[in-house]
Nanobody, 128 residues
Framework: QVQLVESGGGLVQAGGSMRLSCAAS????????MGWFRQAPGKEREFVAA????????YYVDSVKGRFTISRDNAKGTAYLQMNSLEPDDTAVYYC?????????????????????WGQGTQVTVSS
């Protein structure tokens, strides 16, 4: 059974930084693309960033480019999201997801339906 556990959320002032972690178990982590999504109150879950199975490729939504960095440590089975220059609009519950299938996927077209496993989410609140 796949289990993803996010951590690292909390409250931060605008302009601050935060790093989220996603510890994975129950899957061959090094074979699966991973992604981060977020969901603000009253809004749909939206794509934030994705990383290929080997970490060689990354993709970001335009609103976080240059501020967020996704990475992974396959030896530790963990994915990360480093968030810098945080803005109040970044406030949301952040979820990590494991792709539905291992191997290559076109990350420029990835959506919620491409992910088969999700963590419980971690709240990120950015105060102005």
């Amino acid at each position: 059974q796949v289990q993803l556990v996010e951590s690292g959320g909390g409250l931060v002032q605008a302009g601050g930084s935060m790093r989220l972690s996603c510890a994975a178990s129950g899957l061959r982590f090094s074979s699966y693309p991973m992604g981060w999504f977020r969901q603000a109150p009253g809004k749909e879950r939206e794509f934030v960033a994705a990383i290929s199975w080997n970490g060689g490729s990354t993709y970001y939504v335009d609103s976080v480019k240059g501020r967020f960095t996704i990475s992974r440590d396959n030896a530790k089975g963990t994915a990360y999201l480093q968030m810098n220059s945080l803005e109040p609009d970044d406030t949301a519950v952040y979820y990590c997801g494991a792709a539905r299938f291992p191997g290559y996927i076109d990350m420029s077209t990835m959506g919620v339906g491409d992910f088969g496993s999700w963590g419980q989410g971690t709240q990120v609140t950015v105060s102005s």
